[in-house]
């Protein structure tokens, strides 16, 4: 169980071994060549070797629009260079100017002398522009597996506990079990697209599915859907207003049931990248069930917020999540606020397989969670409040095995350390399987 | 000042590059250059060539085959399409902020505006003969009927009204009318603009015819990348598009600590339940439970010396036991009868003990050391003289007890048949049982008490519900004969209750190996039932008489009563104890 956020390969936002490799080098590392090159390439504008020696380095450092005026100049030069057009329509496409990027990659296979690989090139960039333009967008992401945990039920690190304000020895069958499952998740995404100007309608499922294979009380449903309405802010930035369901059966029986809603922003900084924050807020109803007869006391309203970044600088890439969130349960001892922040370091790369070539995500990550409750629950101890500090470290392995199908393997430890003895715990957890994403 | 006019240099193919300007132009600062040029000028005026420098104020006029690329400071790129005309009013660039101010007006024709710094930082403004453009951080394709935005935002105003395009953006200009609604451009409009921007057929942009062939191209472009082959735009496959940026889901992030405190609630719950029972157990009320003794009594007559005949019977009674938490005495009264079996000659009829007093006169004879155990040994007077009767008449000597059992000590009481082991004896909140162990004389019999007690606090008549279904679970303890040889045993309990129709069935397992099932009815006072049960070993019966005793959560929530077992040379007498599941 401690490993569903990692299971669902959601502690790593945007890590996927389908996704290109590199992006932009800083500009502090290439500015004074780049600001030399410009030099020599405006006294020298005739001097093909410095102009795409400017172009590459504007591209390096993503100043496309550079690199576009030194290629259109090429074609000043000579109006028939096909390759040219199409790294013209490469770079359009890379502004996300589609209709620019289409019109020079059409213009690059008009006559009849275009090499074959320009020409197949040119035909998937364009059926790329014809997704992209389309009125609406999609994503799905699957992945299924095995998974084996050291503490697949939570249980405390020792029997000795806290009930009522005394030391207590708890029944060894809640202790620490270990435990294999099966498990597939589902994430897909839907916007129709309402205007070129980023305002759309979207919608969100996620799914989980987790089958233990001796601890059937810990069998897991979850399926959430958001609705909501995008709205744009210019080129680069948009918020969201947005409806959440989410229904959790645990054990095999319903767990609870939210609804709520949410509102995000998000705008992209330059070409250092994204970065997304969200309010939102859910009404969660809790069962209690055979299992989990005191499920109900949790019923309340959550309130989530947080900070959302992802980062490329040189070769780096970086995602952060930074989130709060505040609990609010009929019963005060399920009270608490949570402070929450998680780090990933995906590292892309490509390696010949099998003669071709294969993309790779090497993503070490890292999390800490402080839990502060509000009142004692005086079933375990009347008088101390729990505090917990939730530490998890991990590593998640994505390999490219042919176009959108890979492999994931991943491992995480987490550790909780709790003032009261009931919730000190720890868990090490192994997956893997396929994914497919399209 | 004065402005001299670019002129037409002809209506040849040239595309000739007026450029008017001020006599003093040649010594106006250089804000860029012409870093490609169709065809070279060679009008009788300065007619710019490639690398030509452009200065502040100047204005580029091109023909109908003519066309020109302006490199800026700042690295802003200006294509001047045929037949425009193309003046820049104002260059203002800092390279130290990155900033600065740059305003053109195109008085006819097409411009492509590909922006850099100063676009990025702020405005560039282009006006047209009937609007005004600003564009921010982009791509802009200009004419003087329309306005693309290729990448960045650009603002249109013209007749009074302002709309601002986003990227892919176009809006139509109409000699001073309102700009269109932004929307998409006119099907091939885009392409017809590259087109347009490009070298006509023999023109090579101000460089000789060669100088950028394919093969020179592609060799500078390996070059500059370092690769053969090499693509200054990166690779030229495209990427699939990564996925959106899936982000922590906040039900999910927060459904770890959920699951562990429901879990951890449901392991402590039992717990808390178990400290609950002992810490009120360890309160020592003072109170008198009532309930049920059970055992087998033998009576040996020792009236010859050479011949001591005796027999057994089960005894059976009710039990009274006062618990006082201020003296710490208790007292235990059992009264009932002996069952007159086939082998009962010797036995008495009715006996009353007292094990315990809790009259200050007396001695205690007895203590109350908490509720889970007390016990007392045989009352007697002031005199000495047992407090006991049997058939009504005191006793002469009097050795017995009463006291609690805990679980432990049941399972050493019982035999060896392993029944024990696998009892679930009751964890009752406030009923309590015992062993009850006695020997006393009378005239020239003796007799012998083994067997059991039972006893919890009473409830009400109008308590008992009158419908809905409880199961009771809990244990059977027995003093057994069986063909001369006695032992205890022990056996689990069950009663499922069914208050509505008054009734309850009951099975009792593996008792001395032995199952008993049957049903109980409730008496006219509600409280207590009895009924009989069939065995399924030889012909064992059993006879059950029992109580409603109040529990921690419910006023019916135990129960106790007596056991009487017979079978064909077979007795036994006990009591059981259970709690409502």
């Known amino acids: 169980m401690l490993v569903l956020l990692a299971a669902i390969g959601l502690t790593v936002p945007g890590a996927s071994a389908q996704q290109g490799a590199g ?123 095995m998974r084996y945990q050291t503490n697949a039920n939570i249980g405390p690190n020792g029997l000795q506990v806290r009930a009522l304000g005394q030391d207590a020895i708890l029944d060894g069958r809640y202790g620490r079990k270990p435990d294999w499952s099966t498990f597939q998740t589902v994430a897909a995404s839907y916007a129709y ?85 969200y309010v939102e807020t859910r009404h969660r109803r809790f069962s209690d069930s055979t299992y989990f007869p005191t499920a109900g006391d949790q019923t309340g309203d959550l309130l989530s917020a947080a900070i959302l970044t992802d980062f490329r600088w040189g070769g780096v890439h970086l995602t952060t999540r930074a989130g709060y969130d505040g609990n609010k349960a009929i019963a005060d001892y399920n009270n608490y606020k949570r402070y929450s922040i998680d780090v990933a370091l995906p590292i892309e790369f490509v390696l010949p397989v099998f003669g071709a070539p294969r993309a790779f995500v090497f993503a070490p990550t890292a999390g800490f969670s402080q839990a502060n409750y509000e009142t004692p629950n005086f079933i375990v101890d009347p008088v101390i409040i729990r505090r917990d500090q939730e530490y998890r470290y991990g590593a998640i392995f994505d390999a490219q095995i042919v176009d959108n199908v890979g492999l994931r393997t991943q491992v995480t430890y987490t550790k909780i350390d709790s003032n009261l003895p009931n919730y000190r715990t720890n868990n090490l957890s192994a997956s893997i399987g396929p994914t497919l994403r399209f | 000042m004065r402005r001299v006019s670019g002129q037409r240099i002809g209506q040849s193919v040239m595309a000739a590059l007026a450029v008017a300007m001020f006599s003093a132009s040649a010594l106006a600062q250089e804000v860029g250059k012409a870093s490609a040029v169709n065809p070279n000028a060679t009008a009788n005026l300065r007619t710019i060539t490639i690398g030509a420098s452009i200065t502040h104020k100047e204005r580029i006029q091109t023909t109908s085959a003519g066309s020109v690329q302006l490199l800026f400071l700042d690295k802003t790129s200006m294509t001047v399409g045929p037949n425009s005309d193309l003046t820049i009013d104002e260059y203002v660039y800092d390279p130290n902020a990155g900033s600065g101010k740059l305003a053109a007006t195109l008085g006819k024709g097409a411009l492509r505006f590909v922006g850099g710094q100063i676009s990025h930082t702020g405005d560039a403004e282009i006006r047209t003969a009937s609007a005004t453009v600003g564009i921010r951080g982009g791509v802009a394709l200009i004419g003087t009927h329309h306005v693309y935005a290729g990448y960045g935002s650009s603002t249109v105003s013209s007749g009074g009204s302002t709309v601002t395009l986003g990227a892919g953006e176009y809006t139509a200009l109409q000699g001073g009318q309102p700009p269109s609604p932004p929307g998409p451009p006119p099907p091939n409009f885009v392409l017809n603009q ?200 005191p006793v002469t000597n009097q050795v017995g007890a009463m006291l609690t059992v805990t679980r432990e000590q049941a399972r050493q009481l019982t035999s060896d048949d392993g029944s024990a082991a696998t009892t679930n004896f009751c964890q009752c909140d406030y009923t309590r049982w015992g062993l009850w162990a006695n020997q006393s004389t009378r005239s020239s019999y003796a007799d012998t008490i083994l067997g059991f007690w039972v006893a919890g606090r009473p409830t009400t008549a109008t308590e008992v519900p009158t419908s809905g279904q409880a199961t009771y679970a809990g244990h059977v303890i027995a003093a057994i004969d069986n063909q001369g040889t006695q032992y205890v045993s022990t056996g689990n309990f069950s009663n499922t209750v069914n208050f509505g129709t008054r009734s309850g069935q009951v099975t009792v397992t593996g008792l001395d190996s032995t199952n008993y099932t049957g049903q109980v009815q409730f008496l006219p006072d509600p409280r207590n039932f009895a009924g009989s049960l069939a065995g399924d070993t030889g012909a064992r019966q059993m006879a059950l008489t029992g109580s409603f005793f109040r529990g921690a959560s419910s006023p019916v929530g135990e129960m106790g009563g007596a056991v009487a077992i017979s079978g064909t040379n077979y007795l036994g007498g006990g009591i059981f104890a259970a709690q409502k599941k």
């Open chain 1, 23 to 145: 992006g932009p080098v800083p500009a502090s590392a290439v500015q004074p060549d780049y600001d030399a090159l410009f030099k020599e390439m405006y006294q020298r504008p005739t001097d093909l070797d410095i102009s795409f020696k400017f172009a590459h380095q504007a591209v390096a450092r993503g100043d496309y629009e550079a690199a576009i005026g030194a290629l259109e100049r090429m074609l000043f030069f000579n109006s028939d260079l096909p390759r040219v057009k199409l790294e013209l329509g490469v770079l359009y496409f890379k502004l996300a100017s589609y209709e620019i990027a289409r019109g020079y990659l059409i213009d690059a296979i008009k006559g009849g002398n275009v090499p074959d690989d320009i020409r197949a090139q040119v035909m998937a960039y364009l059926a790329e522009i014809d997704r992209r333009l389309a009125t609406y967008e999609y994503s799905v992401f699957l992945h299924a597996g």
């Open chain 1, 193 to 277: 697209k309402l205007n070129l100007r980023g305002d759309a309608i979207e919608t969100t499922f996620l799914g989980l599915n987790s089958r233990q294979m001796t601890l059937s009380q810990f069998n897991l449903g979850l399926v959430e859907v958001t609705l909501g309405h995008r709205v744009g802010l210019g080129q680069n930035a948009s918020f969201k207003y947005y409806g959440i369901g989410d229904k959790v059966w645990l054990g095999d029986y319903s767990y609870f049931s939210a609804l709520g809603g949410g509102l995000s922003a998000r705008t992209t900084l330059g070409n250092l990248g994204l970065v997304e924050g």
């Open chain 2, 194 to 393: 590259i087109q347009l921007f490009q070298s006509g057929s023999g023109q090579f942009g101000g460089v000789a015819r060669g100088a950028a062939s394919q093969g020179n191209v592609q060799r500078a472009e390996s070059r500059a990348t370092g690769t053969p082959g090499g693509s200054v735009a990166g690779s030229l496959t495209p990427q699939a598009p990564p996925p959106p940026t899936p982000r922590i889901n906040p039900v999910v992030s927060t459904l770890n600590q959920t699951i562990q405190t429901s879990t951890q609630q449901s392991a402590v719950q039992p717990l808390a339940q178990q400290i609950q029972q002992e810490q009120a157990a360890n309160a020592r009320p003072s109170l008198t439970l009532t309930g049920f003794v059970g055992g087998l009594m033998t009576s040996v007559f020792n009236a010859s010396t050479y011949y001591a005949p005796s027999s057994t019977g089960v005894a059976g009674g009710t039990a009274s036991v006062a618990l006082d938490a201020t003296t710490g005495r208790m007292q235990a009264n059992f009264n009932g009868d002996v069952a007159h079996g086939p082998n009962s000659y010797y036995l008495p009829t009715t006996f009353n003990y007292q094990f315990g007093s809790t009259d200050p006169n007396l001695d205690a004879q007895g203590a109350y050391g908490d509720y889970n155990h007390f016990g007392g040994a045989a009352a007697e007077d002031k005199t000495g003289k047992p407090l006991s009767t049997i058939n009504g008449l």
